[in-house]
């Protein structure tokens, strides 16, 4: 079962989230076509490189909305402690 935040993103955020991934698929098109024009092997990674960075900075921003809106309503309504460990859990993830 999945589940639903306590606070639903604004329209504005949705966008704004959206608008980021829109802007990493384009780069990852554009590492897609380096490689099809035989592009300069080191060319590639330092695209790869940025890939990886807004990737990581979306997910920050996602997990920073998620401590400052769901696990502060958990911790209020005696369920911090799941909270937490979901959110350490996903911060290893984001960390690797």
């Not at 993103?9 to 099809?36: C, S, Y």
């Not at 401590?67 to 958990?74: F, G, L, N, P, R």
């Amino acid at each position: 079962m999945e589940k639903q935040p306590v606070t639903p993103r604004t329209d504005i955020e949705k966008q704004a989230v959206i608008n980021r991934m829109k802007r990493i698929e384009g780069q990852v098109r554009g590492i897609q076509k380096m490689i099809e024009d035989d592009r300069y092997c080191v060319d590639v990674m330092v695209q790869i490189s940025a890939i990886n960075a807004a990737l990581k900075k979306v997910g920050f921003s996602l997990m920073e909305r998620h401590t400052k809106h769901c696990v502060s309503h958990a911790v209020k309504s005696g369920e911090g402690d799941d909270a937490i460990e979901e959110l350490m859990e996903v911060m290893k993830q984001l960390s690797r």
